[in-house]
């Protein structure tokens, strides 16, 4: 067992008063995404009904929201400020299951749909330029979503980071916004000019899956691991990593491979629009 974990405890260095004012700041961030998406959605059906704008989607966003404020609020921030398995949790919560059902609900294509034409312009054009592209690359999006947790969980960074409360959040927010650009490149239907084929977007899934059950079972066997937690702790929070991750890759996985058919029946329409 790597002498970086201990059966001291956690010590977070965030009060009770501090986690509960900084979860509620979360969660009304989190609500007036919401009221936006919601409002933009009305937004779209009336400009154009046919077209309109799908409840599936809207449904989808709403989740995500929901399991981020589950995240940020007790009972599951208070286990998490006191136990690494909490922390699990919430990790899991914010950092994959929340992201693909904000992913799944399309944002970009709602805005896209409801700016003037200027700001959908100027938006197409981020999305569609170098840096967009290079962000929005499956290796840029493995990398900061799956290759970080090798980064957090095996040098003092965790602990370095998870001892002042601006800490906390700045993790949140990478486990949040990573774990959303990755989701987007594999799954999300937002265009994406730098995706490529479902193929090799399941090659990297499969790359993403490996690397979690890997750093799951060297934490549980206390390989490298550098989390100052009781072991039990440890290896509980190491458990929930590696179920816990395999129930959202796979949820993951079914939303790509929807993408399979349609996206195999417009091959065809497009050779023919080319040739035309």
Do not use: K
């Not at 937004?43 to 929901?66: H, I, L, Y």
């Not at 896209?112 to 690359?137: E, F, N």
């Not at 799956?146 to 957090?152: A, E, F, R």
């Not at 730098?194 to 206390?222: N, S």
Request: proline share 7%; charged share 15%; with cysteine.
């Amino acid at each position: 067992m790597d002498p970086g974990v201990t059966g001291h405890g956690m010590d977070h260095g965030m009060t009770d008063h501090g986690a509960h004012f900084a979860g509620l700041s979360g969660v009304l961030l989190a609500v007036l995404a919401l009221l936006v998406y919601l409002h933009l959605a009305r937004r779209a059906r009336r400009r154009n009904p046919v077209a309109g704008w799908s409840r599936w989607r809207t449904a989808g966003f709403a989740t995500g929201v929901v399991l981020s404020a589950a995240a940020l609020l007790p009972p599951v921030a208070s286990f998490a400020h006191a136990d690494f398995r909490g922390h699990m949790v919430q990790h899991m919560l914010i950092g994959m299951y929340a992201p693909l059902a904000l992913v799944l609900g399309a944002p970009v294509t709602l805005l896209l749909r409801t700016l003037p034409v200027g700001g959908a312009r100027r938006l197409s054009a981020v999305v569609h330029s170098r840096p967009g592209r290079l962000l929005t690359h499956p290796a840029t999006a493995l990398l900061l979503s799956t290759g970080s947790l090798v980064v957090l969980y095996f040098t003092p960074l965790y602990d370095a980071v998870t001892a002042r409360p601006a800490g906390h959040w700045l993790l949140h927010a990478h486990f949040l916004l990573s774990g959303c650009l990755f989701a987007h490149v594999i799954a999300g239907p937002d265009p994406a000019p730098a995706r490529p084929g479902v193929r090799a977007r399941l090659v990297y899934l499969g790359c993403a899956i490996a690397v979690h059950a890997v750093v799951a079972q060297l934490m549980y066997g206390g390989f490298w691991v550098d989390v100052h937690a009781p072991v039990p702790e440890v290896q509980g929070g190491a458990e929930i990593m590696y179920y816990g991750g395999d129930i959202a890759e796979l949820l993951l996985a079914a939303a790509l491979v929807s993408t399979w058919r349609p996206e195999r029946r417009s091959r065809p329409v497009a050779g023919r629009a080319v040739r035309a």
